[in-house]
Antibody, heavy 127, light 111 residues
Framework: EVQLLESGGGLVQPGGSLRLSCVASGFTFNKYVMSWVRHPPGKGPEWVSAVDGSGGNTYYTDSVKGHFTITRDNSKNTLYLQMNSLRAEDTAIYYC????????????????????WGQGTTVTVSS | QSALTQPPSASGSPGQSVTISCTGTSSDVGGYKYVSWYQHHPGRAPKLILSEVNKRPSGVPDRFSGSKSGNTASLSVSGLQAEDEADYYCSSYSGTNNLGVFGGGTRLIVL
């Protein structure tokens, strides 16, 4: 079964850090671009970041550039999101998602959709 | 990058049809055939139900269909069933940032 399972969320004070993980199973992980998408309370989803199949190319939304870092370990079928200098506006449920196309080289999640999602992990930034 | 505009809610009775709109600009929805729709039951993983405006992934019932006119895309659900009650989100590729944007979401209520 194709599956994504996130972990690592929690309550953190402003300025703090968290590292999210997403373990993939049931598909050839390194063939797919993987993304993090967050869903703040009361708002629509926001795509955060993506990484290509090799881990060599990364993409970020402007609001997280410089304080979030996306990486992957293909030997462990795991995607990561290192979040530093967290702010209240980073509070959200964070989902990992797979590009529906297995090109592996370019982020096409907004072209062809993201077809596999995890159930999410909740990040709350509050003092 | 502004979110795409969706109505907060939509409703219909079992067996009826309902349409949800998703309005953007000529830089996103209107400029490309790259609109996707997601179904999300809270607490569960979101599900891709349409891509490239009207393409259904394997396993998605043909009760779900999509269209686009100008800067507005639409999701239509026919033969409403109780399990269709969920949040629906659109997304579109955007030429402004070469990435994309999501809509604010629509809660579909099956009466």
């Amino acid at each position: 079964e194709v599956q994504l399972l996130e972990s690592g969320g929690g309550l953190v004070q402003p300025g703090g850090s968290l590292r999210l993980s997403c373990v993939a199973s049931g598909f050839t992980f390194n063939k797919y671009v993987m993304s993090w998408v967050r869903h703040p309370p009361g708002k629509g989803p926001e795509w955060v970041s993506a990484v290509d199949g090799s881990g060599g190319n990364t993409y970020y939304t402007d609001s997280v550039k410089g304080h979030f870092t996306i990486t992957r370990d293909n030997s462990k079928n795991t995607l990561y999101l290192q979040m530093n200098s967290l702010r209240a506006e980073d509070t959200a449920i964070y989902y990992c998602a797979r590009d529906s196309h297995d090109s592996g080289n370019y982020f096409t999640g907004f072209h062809y959709g993201m077809d596999v999602w995890g159930q999410g992990t909740t990040v709350t930034v509050s003092s | 990058q502004s979110a795409l505009t969706q109505p907060p809610s939509a409703s219909g009775s079992p067996g009826q049809s309902v349409t949800i709109s998703c309005t953007g600009t000529s830089s996103d929805v209107g400029g490309y055939k790259y609109v996707s729709w997601y179904q999300h039951h809270p607490g569960r993983a979101p599900k891709l139900i349409l891509s490239e405006v009207n393409k259904r992934p394997s396993g998605v019932p043909d009760r779900f269909s999509g269209s686009k006119s100008g800067n507005t895309a639409s999701l239509s659900v026919s033969g409403l069933q109780a399990e269709d009650e969920a949040d629906y989100y659109c997304s579109s590729y955007s030429g402004t940032n070469n990435l994309g944007v999501f809509g604010g979401g629509t809660r579909l209520i099956v009466l």
